[in-house]
Protein backbone atom coordinates (compact mmCIF):
# COMPACT_ATOMS: atom_id res chain seq x y z
CA UNK A 1 0.00 0.00 0.00
CA UNK A 2 1.05 3.66 -0.11
CA UNK A 3 3.23 4.66 2.77
CA UNK A 4 5.22 7.81 3.28
CA UNK A 5 8.20 7.64 6.23
CA UNK A 6 9.72 10.39 7.93
CA UNK A 7 13.04 10.30 9.80
CA UNK A 8 14.42 11.30 12.30
CA UNK A 9 11.09 11.77 14.36
CA UNK A 10 13.22 14.33 16.77
CA UNK A 11 16.50 16.46 15.75
CA UNK A 12 18.20 19.04 17.51
CA UNK A 13 21.04 21.00 16.13
CA UNK A 14 23.08 24.03 17.13
CA UNK A 15 22.37 27.60 15.66
CA UNK A 16 24.26 28.05 12.46
CA UNK A 17 24.25 24.16 11.71
CA UNK A 18 22.63 22.30 9.12
CA UNK A 19 19.52 20.39 9.73
CA UNK A 20 18.69 17.11 6.76
CA UNK A 21 15.08 15.23 7.40
CA UNK A 22 14.31 12.52 4.88
CA UNK A 23 11.64 10.97 3.53
CA UNK A 24 10.91 7.79 1.94
CA UNK A 25 7.56 6.77 0.15
CA UNK A 26 6.35 3.66 -1.80
CA UNK A 27 4.40 4.88 -4.96
CA UNK A 28 6.70 4.99 -7.86
CA UNK A 29 4.04 7.16 -9.89
CA UNK A 30 4.16 9.96 -7.01
CA UNK A 31 5.24 13.22 -9.02
CA UNK A 32 4.93 16.28 -6.26
CA UNK A 33 6.68 16.14 -2.84
CA UNK A 34 5.82 19.02 -0.53
CA UNK A 35 7.10 20.09 3.18
CA UNK A 36 5.66 21.72 5.64
CA UNK A 37 6.59 23.45 8.83
CA UNK A 38 4.31 23.56 11.92
CA UNK A 39 4.94 26.29 14.64
CA UNK A 40 3.36 25.67 18.13
CA UNK A 41 -0.29 26.92 17.88
CA UNK A 42 -0.53 26.88 13.93
CA UNK A 43 -1.72 25.00 10.85
CA UNK A 44 0.97 23.40 8.97
CA UNK A 45 2.90 26.31 6.10
CA UNK A 46 4.07 25.52 2.91
CA UNK A 47 7.35 26.02 2.77
CA UNK A 48 8.81 24.29 -0.34
CA UNK A 49 7.80 21.98 -2.68
CA UNK A 50 8.97 19.62 -5.24
CA UNK A 51 7.59 17.88 -8.89
CA UNK A 52 9.09 14.98 -9.94
CA UNK A 53 10.44 16.31 -13.43
CA UNK A 54 13.36 18.01 -11.23
CA UNK A 55 16.14 16.50 -8.54
CA UNK A 56 16.65 19.62 -6.38
CA UNK A 57 14.87 23.26 -5.35
CA UNK A 58 16.74 25.58 -3.27
CA UNK A 59 14.73 28.14 -1.79
CA UNK A 60 17.67 31.03 0.26
CA UNK A 61 18.19 28.63 3.53
CA UNK A 62 15.88 25.86 2.54
CA UNK A 63 16.47 23.13 -0.58
CA UNK A 64 14.60 19.80 -1.34
CA UNK A 65 16.08 16.94 -3.16
CA UNK A 66 14.56 14.27 -4.83
CA UNK A 67 15.86 10.19 -5.38
CA UNK A 68 12.94 8.84 -7.28
CA UNK A 69 15.13 5.70 -8.25
CA UNK A 70 15.43 5.02 -4.51
CA UNK A 71 11.92 6.94 -3.63
CA UNK A 72 13.20 9.23 -1.35
CA UNK A 73 13.51 13.16 -0.86
CA UNK A 74 14.92 14.93 1.98
CA UNK A 75 14.58 18.72 3.29
CA UNK A 76 17.63 20.65 3.79
CA UNK A 77 17.71 23.61 6.53
CA UNK A 78 21.30 25.19 6.12
CA UNK A 79 22.76 28.15 8.51
CA UNK A 80 19.81 26.89 10.86
CA UNK A 81 18.49 30.01 13.49
CA UNK A 82 16.11 29.77 16.36
CA UNK A 83 12.65 30.35 14.54
CA UNK A 84 13.25 27.39 12.41
CA UNK A 85 12.55 25.49 15.83
CA UNK A 86 8.98 23.54 14.53
CA UNK A 87 7.59 20.59 13.48
CA UNK A 88 8.08 19.68 9.61
CA UNK A 89 6.19 17.33 7.63
CA UNK A 90 6.60 15.89 4.40
CA UNK A 91 3.46 14.39 2.13
CA UNK A 92 3.46 12.79 -1.09
CA UNK A 93 0.08 12.03 -3.42
CA UNK A 94 -2.17 9.29 -3.30
CA UNK A 95 -2.00 7.67 -6.35
CA UNK A 96 -4.76 8.82 -8.59
CA UNK A 97 -5.62 11.58 -5.96
CA UNK A 98 -5.62 14.81 -5.06
CA UNK A 99 -5.36 13.40 -1.31
CA UNK A 100 -2.15 13.74 0.45
CA UNK A 101 0.15 11.25 2.64
CA UNK A 102 1.60 13.10 5.45
CA UNK A 103 4.89 11.81 6.91
CA UNK A 104 5.35 10.89 11.14
CA UNK A 105 6.75 15.16 11.18
CA UNK A 106 9.86 15.84 12.69
CA UNK A 107 10.24 18.05 15.87
CA UNK A 108 13.10 20.57 15.14
CA UNK A 109 14.65 21.98 17.90
CA UNK A 110 17.83 24.86 16.81
CA UNK A 111 19.79 25.40 20.48
CA UNK A 112 21.04 28.84 20.67
CA UNK B 1 -1.78 31.46 -2.02
CA UNK B 2 -5.38 31.51 -0.30
CA UNK B 3 -5.96 33.09 2.84
CA UNK B 4 -7.63 30.57 4.85
CA UNK B 5 -9.69 31.47 8.53
CA UNK B 6 -11.27 29.32 10.88
CA UNK B 7 -13.59 29.84 13.41
CA UNK B 8 -13.24 28.62 16.38
CA UNK B 9 -9.70 29.06 16.78
CA UNK B 10 -10.10 27.07 19.94
CA UNK B 11 -12.60 25.66 22.27
CA UNK B 12 -13.38 23.48 25.25
CA UNK B 13 -16.75 21.24 24.77
CA UNK B 14 -19.18 19.29 27.23
CA UNK B 15 -19.32 15.17 26.70
CA UNK B 16 -22.40 14.79 23.90
CA UNK B 17 -22.65 18.00 22.62
CA UNK B 18 -21.71 18.90 19.23
CA UNK B 19 -19.54 21.48 17.44
CA UNK B 20 -19.52 22.95 14.18
CA UNK B 21 -16.04 24.49 12.86
CA UNK B 22 -16.31 27.07 10.19
CA UNK B 23 -13.47 27.51 6.91
CA UNK B 24 -13.58 30.64 4.85
CA UNK B 25 -11.30 30.90 2.03
CA UNK B 26 -10.57 34.39 0.25
CA UNK B 27 -10.51 33.30 -2.74
CA UNK B 28 -12.84 30.37 -5.05
CA UNK B 29 -11.06 26.66 -4.68
CA UNK B 30 -11.95 23.29 -6.17
CA UNK B 31 -10.95 21.43 -3.48
CA UNK B 32 -11.45 21.71 0.19
CA UNK B 33 -10.35 19.30 2.90
CA UNK B 34 -10.71 18.38 6.38
CA UNK B 35 -7.65 17.09 8.78
CA UNK B 36 -7.72 15.65 12.37
CA UNK B 37 -4.71 16.38 13.91
CA UNK B 38 -4.51 14.40 17.98
CA UNK B 39 -2.20 15.61 20.13
CA UNK B 40 1.48 15.26 18.88
CA UNK B 41 1.03 13.25 16.05
CA UNK B 42 0.49 13.84 12.06
CA UNK B 43 -2.52 14.52 9.90
CA UNK B 44 -5.36 12.69 9.15
CA UNK B 45 -7.95 13.49 6.49
CA UNK B 46 -11.25 13.08 7.47
CA UNK B 47 -12.96 13.86 4.27
CA UNK B 48 -13.05 16.06 1.39
CA UNK B 49 -16.14 18.55 1.18
CA UNK B 50 -17.79 18.28 -2.82
CA UNK B 51 -19.75 21.56 -3.56
CA UNK B 52 -23.43 20.78 -4.35
CA UNK B 53 -23.12 17.38 -3.38
CA UNK B 54 -22.00 14.96 -0.28
CA UNK B 55 -18.76 14.99 1.20
CA UNK B 56 -15.90 12.15 0.31
CA UNK B 57 -15.26 10.53 3.77
CA UNK B 58 -11.78 8.36 4.53
CA UNK B 59 -12.05 5.09 5.80
CA UNK B 60 -13.00 5.30 9.63
CA UNK B 61 -14.68 8.47 9.06
CA UNK B 62 -18.58 8.72 8.90
CA UNK B 63 -21.04 11.12 8.15
CA UNK B 64 -22.91 10.34 11.53
CA UNK B 65 -19.98 11.72 13.33
CA UNK B 66 -18.76 14.39 11.09
CA UNK B 67 -21.00 15.58 8.73
CA UNK B 68 -20.04 18.06 6.80
CA UNK B 69 -21.30 21.34 4.43
CA UNK B 70 -19.70 23.21 1.26
CA UNK B 71 -22.71 25.21 0.19
CA UNK B 72 -20.19 27.35 -1.81
CA UNK B 73 -16.92 27.58 -3.31
CA UNK B 74 -14.95 29.88 -0.84
CA UNK B 75 -16.89 27.98 2.49
CA UNK B 76 -17.16 24.93 4.32
CA UNK B 77 -18.31 23.45 7.91
CA UNK B 78 -17.17 20.31 9.94
CA UNK B 79 -19.53 19.19 12.77
CA UNK B 80 -18.05 16.81 15.31
CA UNK B 81 -21.27 15.48 16.47
CA UNK B 82 -21.71 13.43 19.74
CA UNK B 83 -18.32 14.33 20.95
CA UNK B 84 -16.52 12.12 23.63
CA UNK B 85 -13.02 13.20 25.41
CA UNK B 86 -11.46 10.73 22.46
CA UNK B 87 -12.38 14.06 19.90
CA UNK B 88 -10.36 16.60 21.69
CA UNK B 89 -7.95 17.45 18.39
CA UNK B 90 -6.53 20.26 16.43
CA UNK B 91 -9.20 19.95 13.17
CA UNK B 92 -7.81 21.77 10.09
CA UNK B 93 -9.26 22.58 6.68
CA UNK B 94 -7.32 23.08 3.76
CA UNK B 95 -7.98 23.90 -0.02
CA UNK B 96 -6.51 23.71 -3.13
CA UNK B 97 -7.40 24.94 -6.47
CA UNK B 98 -6.58 24.09 -10.00
CA UNK B 99 -4.37 27.33 -10.54
CA UNK B 100 -2.10 26.43 -7.34
CA UNK B 101 -0.75 23.57 -9.16
CA UNK B 102 -1.23 20.15 -6.69
CA UNK B 103 -0.06 22.76 -3.43
CA UNK B 104 -2.71 22.43 -0.45
CA UNK B 105 -2.84 25.38 1.99
CA UNK B 106 -4.37 25.17 5.43
CA UNK B 107 -5.89 26.98 8.07
CA UNK B 108 -4.76 27.61 11.20
CA UNK B 109 -6.45 24.91 12.67
CA UNK B 110 -9.77 24.29 15.58
CA UNK B 111 -8.32 23.25 18.89
CA UNK B 112 -10.86 21.23 20.37
CA UNK B 113 -11.02 19.73 23.70
CA UNK B 114 -13.99 17.45 25.18
CA UNK B 115 -14.10 16.78 28.66
Known sequence: GENVEQHPSTLSVQEGDSAVIKCTYSDSASNYFPWYKQELGKGPQLIIDIRSNVGEKKDQRIAVTLNKTAKHFSLHITETQPEDSAVYFCAAPKTGTYKYIFGTGTRLKVLA | ?115
Not at chain 2, 37 to 51: H, W
Open chain 2, 1 to 115: SAVISQKPSRDICQRGTSLTIQCQVDSQVTMMFWYRQQPGQSLTLIATANQGSEATYESGFVIDKFPISRPNLTFSTLTVSNMSPEDSSIYLCSVEALTMHNEQFFGPGTRLTVL
